[in-house]
């Protein structure tokens, strides 16, 4: 499922803009895993405690990490020990890379002996495709090679009536047959995007990584997805604004966290074509893209969670994407519906976790 997150840390990181000139510069695409390093800053606040934060490319986005310690020293061992974990999950779930465990499933349609990550994501999307009735569906690749074939290099036009059905043919998790760590598609020509959850599950690995070794304080933002774990070197909850849609810093919302993640869907940053009419998020029973949000920002206990069920109601219509979460336990939503129509969560509030 084609997605991308955007939120902004106060005070911000690069946006997105910026990735996108940077890596126009040095000729990545979104989908690189590559990792170029920025020099890491540790400040010493106090007597006792450190901040140190550091930005690195991966997952096709920045990710950030800034972590509160008393020691310098472990808190920048145990961030460098997170970097790793996201560098290697990364490789086992990219379908860019064609010797990963995803891009083999979906050139043989089969694969026995899947990475343990890799068929826990999987499972976990079967999750959220049977929780959402069908909503969140990890199998509209065939739908985005489309569109992508058909809009390439921004010429094109959309693709015909009769191409979109015979690609819909090949959409449905139902379709999937997982059993231990085997995984099998029904119908040859299936296949499978994890874009809309594993950024989510590797920004929660890594945060457990650092809890491991100690870091009770720290955020991870990875291109908008968002785990905050304890507080802020003042003692205060970590500072989150939702991003702004129009792109004029009016953000709808600034939410205060501690141990909680968050996510936003938005049409407003990748399409397909120049009329802006088809972006990155699929609507698998349709094959477009949804008409009526502009955003949907998810609060959840991991980012997980909060990655795909933002993707989740904003497929649904924003009544009813709202009383879905509403129906979950220990989450919330904003949503940006057209004209400027806001739907809540019954418990989202501006100090929000």
């Known amino acids: 499922m084609e997605k991308q997150n955007s939120l902004c840390q106060i005070p911000g990181t690069m946006n997105r803009r910026s990735f996108l000139r940077l890596s126009g510069m040095l000729g990545l695409g979104l989908a690189s895993t590559g990792i170029i390093p920025v020099a890491a800053e540790a400040v010493k606040f106090n007597r006792k405690m450190y901040k140190v934060s550091r930005t690195r490319l991966a997952m096709g986005t920045f990710v950030s990490m800034t972590l509160v310690h008393n020691s310098k020293d472990r808190a920048e061992e145990a961030m460098g020990l997170a970097f790793e974990e996201i560098d290697r999950l990364t490789r086992s779930?990219?379908?860019?890379?064609?010797?990963?465990?995803?891009?083999?499933?979906?050139?043989?349609?089969?694969?026995?002996?899947?990475?343990?990550?890799?068929?826990?994501?999987v499972a976990r999307s079967m999750d959220y495709y049977r929780q959402s009735h069908g909503a969140f569906d990890m199998t509209v690749k065939?739908?985005?090679?489309?569109?992508?074939?058909?809009?390439?290099?921004?010429?094109?036009?959309?693709?015909?009536?009769?191409?979109l059905e015979k690609a819909l043919e090949l959409v449905g998790s139902d379709k999937i047959e997982l059993k231990g760590r085997t995984v099998r598609f029904r119908k040859p020509g299936m296949g499978i995007t994890l874009d809309g959850i594993a950024k989510g599950y590797i920004v929660d690995r890594a945060s457990g990584v650092l809890a491991g070794h100690g870091i009770k304080n720290h955020l991870i933002n990875a291109g908008g997805d968002i785990r905050t774990v304890g507080v802020r070197k003042d003692r205060k909850p970590w500072t989150v604004a939702?991003?702004?849609?129009?792109?004029?810093?009016?953000?709808?919302?600034?939410?205060?966290?501690?141990?909680?993640?968050?996510?936003?869907?938005?049409?407003?940053?990748?399409?397909?074509?120049?009329?802006k009419m088809f972006h990155h998020i699929v609507d698998p029973k349709t094959g477009l893209s949804p008409e009526l949000s502009t955003s949907v920002s998810?609060?959840?206990?991991?980012?997980?969670?909060?990655?795909?069920?933002?993707t989740s109601v904003f497929v649904m219509d924003p009544a009813a994407?709202?009383?879905?979460?509403?129906?979950?336990?220990?989450?919330?939503?904003?949503?940006l519906a057209r004209e400027g129509k806001r739907f809540k969560s019954q418990g989202w509030k501006s100090a929000a976790i």
């Open 298 to 310: 998810v609060l959840a206990n991991t980012a997980m969670d909060a990655d795909a069920l933002s």
């Open 93 to 121: 779930m990219s379908r860019f890379d064609d010797s990963t465990a995803v891009a083999q499933l979906n050139k043989e349609g089969f694969l026995k002996d899947v990475p343990p990550e890799v068929a826990d994501v």
């Open 321 to 335: 994407g709202t009383l879905f979460i509403n129906s979950l336990p220990e989450c919330e939503c904003l949503v």
């Open 142 to 163: 065939p739908v985005v090679d489309l569109f992508n074939n058909s809009f390439k290099n921004g010429k094109g036009t959309r693709p015909g009536e009769t191409e």
């Open 242 to 275: 939702i991003q702004d849609p129009s792109k004029k810093k009016k953000y709808p919302d600034i939410i205060h966290m501690t141990d909680g993640a968050v996510a936003t869907s938005g049409n407003y940053e990748v399409y397909f074509d120049r009329e």
